[in-house]
């Protein structure tokens, strides 16, 4: 008897071997969840006199400039400015301008490089434009459109306030050295999504000043940028 009922186990073992082989198991396919960040666009937010400003838009990226590292005018003429410097370097930067409703804030990346490691573009760009935007603090370029010799960040608002001097040579630079002593700008977050975009998110705060060296308090700043792929052929 006891042959017999482990035969039958083994019988009912290879039957349902059988129907295993001929019929597999289908198992469901796998959905892969999309990312919500793809549909991340461009915002930043501030306050400024108590009052909190939020401008958000889905492109910003606007411009990338080359400027003269160390510039120093040896002479006006009319509107003509003749400027020299250092010759063999390339101040790089990119503007993202960023609105709603009538009003805009541009952040300006800021950096200088030796022509030799750049690459020729429309203009001359970083062979890697991503190393402008690596996370940690940046320094304010007081002198941004000047003399050009800081590197890091500034900002303008579109009501005159800006992080930085007067970029007009024929008036003073009007910012002193520690006019952003204890501002910050931090990128805290750089991911890369399998579109191949950039979501940048940074926190900052900082002194904006007009032309009339008149300052107002920037705080609790918040910055996300929503880089393309095609973003970095400038």
């Known amino acids: 008897m006891k042959n017999k009922h482990l035969l039958g186990i083994v019988i009912a073992l290879l039957f349902f071997a059988a129907c295993k082989k001929n019929n597999p198991i289908i198992e469901p396919p796998v959905t892969e969840k999309e ?3 793809e549909y991340a666009h461009d915002s930043i ?12 838009q889905y492109s910003s990226f606007y411009r990338a400039s080359n400027r003269q590292p160390y510039s120093k005018v040896d002479s006006i003429v009319g509107n003509a400015y003749y400027i020299s410097g250092i010759k063999d370097s390339v101040l790089y930067s990119r503007n993202y301008g960023i609105y709603t409703n009538g009003k805009t804030v541009d952040v300006i990346f800021i950096k200088t ?3 030799a490691s750049m690459i020729q573009s429309l203009i ?3 062979k890697d434009v991503m190393d402008l935007f690596t996370i940690g603090t940046r320094n304010y370029a007081l002198d941004y459109g000047r003399d050009n010799i800081q590197n890091g ?4 608002l579109s009501d005159g306030y800006k992080t930085y001097g007067s970029d007009d040579f024929r008036r003073p630079p009007q910012l002193s050295s520690d006019a952003q002593k204890n501002s910050k700008f931090e990128i805290t977050s750089l991911k890369k999504l399998k579109s191949g975009t950039y979501i940048l998110e940074a926190k900052f705060n900082a002194m904006v000043y007009n032309e009339k060296n008149v ?3 920037l705080e609790n700043g918040y910055l996300r940028l ?3 792929k095609y973003d970095s052929i400038l």
């Open 35 to 37: 990312d919500p960040l």
């Open 226 to 228: 929503a880089m393309g």
């Open 124 to 126: 001359l760009r970083p």
């Open 113 to 115: 490089y030796k022509k």
């Open 215 to 217: 300052s107002k308090k």
């Open 45 to 56: 937010s501030y306050s400024i006199d108590g009052i909190t400003y939020k401008l958000s």
């Open 153 to 156: 960040v500034a900002i303008s």
